[in-house]
């Protein structure tokens, strides 16, 4: 086999590559290819680690309906905060008003390790 350093550049899961990186019939996904199935699956885009959607339990068309999950620190609103820059990246993404609390909060998370930008 070859090096698997030239199969993705997104190797998260310890270093190994992911199963979401090949294709059913075992081809290599393209970056899109690998986002849409990591949308379908509910899971965050970037990393395909983080549940950041659930399907509802009951109801018509629950396949179709993935509903954004909120996870104070972690996920807001169906969107990875440590993959997507922090609270006013997800923000602004939604568009939705950024105060000064958001900003903050990034501010902290960046001091104690965490990945944000404002």
Do not use: W
């Not at 270093?15 to 996904?29: A, K, M, V, Y």
């Amino acid at each position: 086999m070859s090096d698997p350093r030239n199969f993705s550049h997104d190797r998260r899961a310890g270093g190994t590559l992911q199963e979401d990186n090949f294709g059913s019939d075992g081809h290599i996904l393209s970056d899109r290819e690998r986002h849409e199935v990591r949308r379908k699956a509910g899971k965050c885009i970037v990393c395909g680690l983080v549940q950041t959607h659930e399907r509802p339990k009951k109801g018509l068309f629950t396949r179709l309906n993935l509903r954004p999950v909120t996870l104070e620190g972690e996920i807001y609103k169906g969107i990875h905060l440590q993959c997507h820059g922090g609270m006013v990246n997800a923000k602004r993404k939604l568009g939705e008003r950024i105060t000064q609390a958001d900003r903050d909060y990034d501010a902290r998370r960046s001091a104690m390790g965490g990945t944000a930008a404002a």
